[in-house]
Each structure stands twice: as structure tokens, then as C-alpha cells.
């Protein structure tokens, strides 16, 4: 069964930072990985989607990479603001369209 | 842009209640999904829909059911609602395998008394 992690599970940053979000899953027979953005009481916002045959994707600030073999994506954001604070959640999707998420990291960056 | 919409974004039921938690979206994606998200348990699939008519069982159906009479529309519904319905519920779209990128709405945070 895939189990999806991330770590760490929360992080506290001053602004202007780069840092980086870690999440591993256990299957690596997977379609395609995407990562999300969910503000407190709010829906989720897909950031962005890598594809199984894809290394990266980049989105302004955002870049995000995909090792399938070993089972690790990393969410690499640049110069953070405080308006970056949010939880971030990766999910992964099979053949079955289903996403099986993480456990998500909270981040704050202060000013 | 996508855009997933929901019905309510607050919703104050009691116990016993027939709930209907409504999901329009406006991409023509043949993929609809029902979440709930509680603290510490995450995000979890309780059905979801490949198409008009189908529904398929997620991970905690029990309690649930659904219907997809248009494309466009998803329903949850919760048959005799329960104080341990109590959640945020999450309605998400996509297209199928393999640009199947999922959208999702504000959520409906449900309280159930």
C-alpha cells in the first residue's frame, strides 16, 4: 500500500530565506506527483504537477524535483515571503486517478 | 481557470439530518472526488466518480453515499448525519490519466450537533 510522507512536519523560516520541503512515498510506480498549497480553513491550491517521466517543474518562486527510483520529491521555494506561510501537502496518483497524500508540512516565515 | 465550487461553506446540521453537500465544476473533467480532512488524519477519499452515473467506493464510504447525475455536479450525501461527521469536505476534479492534475474546491466545513 503507498504511504506518502513529509518532513519535516513544520517549519518556522525569517523571510528571504530559500528552503526546502521533503516528501518520500513508498510505491514508485506512480503516474504523476503534485503539490499543494492549503491556507488555514481554506481548499487546496495545486501548485504544481510533475509527470512520472518529468524531473522538475518550475512555477515563479517554486520549483519542484522527482527522483521516482528513489521514492523523493522535493519542493525548493526561493526567497520566501511571509505571505508563503500555509501548509503544503504532496500527493501522489496511481493508474486509478486516486491521490494518496501526505502528511504535509506547516510552514510560518515571519518577517 | 478551474473553477470547483461548493454549495456551502459552512453547515450547521443535527444528528439525524439528511446533509446534501453539492460539487459543480466547470472544466468538463470526467474525474469527481469527495475528500474529508480531520487534524491528524489528513486527507482521506470517501468516493469519487469516473463518469456520469458511476461512483466508485473510497477509503471511508461508510455513512456516505453519492450521486453524479451530470457531469458537471458531484453530491455527497450523509443519509442520518452523526456527530463523527463533523469535518471539512473537500470536492476536486480532474481529467483522466494522465493529465489528471486534480482541482479543488473552498471545502465545506460541516458541524453536525
Known amino acids: 500500500k503507498q504511504e506518502v510522507t513529509q518532513i519535516p512536519a513544520a517549519l518556522s523560516v525569517p523571510e528571504g530565506e530559500n528552503l526546502v520541503l521533503n516528501c518520500s512515498f513508498t510505491d514508485s510506480a506512480i503516474y504523476n506527483l503534485q503539490w499543494f498549497r492549503q491556507d488555514p480553513g481554506k481548499g487546496l491550491t495545486s501548485l504544481l504537477l510533475?509527470?512520472?517521466?518529468?524531473r522538475e517543474q518550475t512555477s515563479g518562486r517554486l520549483n519542484a524535483s522527482l527522483d521516482k527510483s528513489s521514492g523523493r520529491s522535493t519542493l525548493y521555494i526561493a526567497a520566501s515571503q511571509p505571505g508563503d506561510s500555509a501548509t503544503y501537502l504532496c500527493a501522489v496518483t496511481d493508474h486509478t486517478d486516486k491521490l494518496i497524500f501526505g502528511t504535509g508540512t506547516r510552514l510560518q516565515v515571519f518577517p | 481557470d478551474v473553477k470547483v465550487t461548493q454549495s456551502s461553506r459552512y453547515l450547521v446540521k443535527r444528528t439525524g439530518e439528511k446533509v446534501f453537500l453539492e460539487c459543480v465544476q466547470d472544466m468538463d473533467h470526467e474525474n469527481m472526488f469527495w475528500y474529508r480532512q480531520d487534524p491528524g488524519l489528513g486527507l482521506r477519499l470517501i468516493y469519487f466518480s469516473y463518469d456520469v452515473k458511476m461512483k466508485e467506493k473510497g477509503d471511508i464510504p461508510e455513512g456516505y453515499s453519492v450521486s453524479r447525475e451530470k457531469k458537471e455536479r458531484f453530491s455527497l450525501i450523509l443519509e442520518s448525519a452523526s456527530t463523527n461527521q463533523t469535518s471539512m469536505y473537500l470536492c476536486?476534479?480532474?481529467?483522466?490519466?494522465?493529465?489528471?492534475?486534480?482541482?479543488f474546491g473552498p471545502g465545506t466545513r460541516l458541524t453536525v450537533l
Open positions: 476536486a476534479s480532474s481529467f483522466r490519466t494522465p493529465d489528471n492534475e486534480q482541482f
Open positions: 510533475i509527470q512520472s517521466s518529468q
